[in-house]
């Protein structure tokens, strides 16, 4: 699998997440109605830039501890950060709560945050929860099912499988974009076609946004301007 430029996804980080769903119905029409996160997040800093990364995805447990003995938990979390950790990058890591009641203990806070801003990750994406909202590292987003206060018997399952979090498949390596407005996961192949699309639907929209605001504005303006608007390619 080829690694895409870094120029590339950063690239996709000027526009929003709406934004980008919206280019993806034209670049890949079939992935219309799916793909993408359907239920509320919690965002963790509404003002940060949009994430794009690889993801890395795994599963998690709070209500019971392990059922591993300690040694065997203290490995298993040191290898899902040298996952983390591994090429390529930037990522976005998207967690998967497996608990009856996601989100009983928080994965997410002041440590993880900072350990995993450290090893490459933007932020992350989970139906869990997250907590020391203050003290989270700057610049690491977070869009989480709840907030809550304790991490419980918060433990790693498995890392690298598939997930799904509310309602978005992810697969490890996966791209993701996400910002305050929930997740999606964009297909390789429409990375480089992005922009082009925005730039078409920008100046598609332009004409009908421009109408709106005329005094003379009415619904024959309106179909006059949504009829232009059809017309530039």
Request: charged share 20%; with cysteine; proline share 7%.
């Amino acid at each position: 699998m080829t690694d895409i430029r870094p120029a590339a996804l950063e690239a996709l980080r000027e526009w929003d997440t709406p934004t980008i769903c919206n280019a993806l119905e034209v670049v890949v029409p079939h992935r219309r109605a799916t793909g993408f996160t359907v239920e509320h997040l919690h965002c963790l800093d509404p003002g940060l830039k949009p994430m794009v990364g690889y993801a890395r995805t795994a599963t998690i447990r709070a209500v019971e501890p392990s059922p591993l003995p300690g040694d065997a938990v203290k490995a298993r979390r040191s290898a899902y950060y040298e996952y983390v950790a591994g090429p390529p990058g930037p990522t976005v890591v998207v967690i998967q709560d497996l608990d009856p009641n996601p989100g009983f203990g928080a994965f997410w806070g002041e440590v993880n945050t900072a350990v995993h801003k450290g090893l490459g990750a933007l932020g992350c994406v989970t139906n869990g929860s997250m907590r020391d909202l203050d003290d989270c590292a700057p610049g690491f987003q977070l869009l989480a099912g709840k907030v809550g206060p304790s991490h419980a018997h918060v433990h790693v399952v498995e890392f690298g499988g598939q997930v799904n979090v509310a309602g978005m498949t992810v697969n490890d390596g996966d791209i993701v974009h996400a910002d305050r407005h929930g997740a999606v996961v964009v297909p390789r192949e429409a990375v480089a076609r992005i922009p082009v699309v925005v730039d078409l639907l920008t100046r598609r929209e332009a004409v009908v946004l421009e109408a709106t605001r005329s005094e003379e504005f009415d619904i024959e303006a309106l179909k006059r301007a949504m009829a232009d608007s059809a017309e530039i390619h």
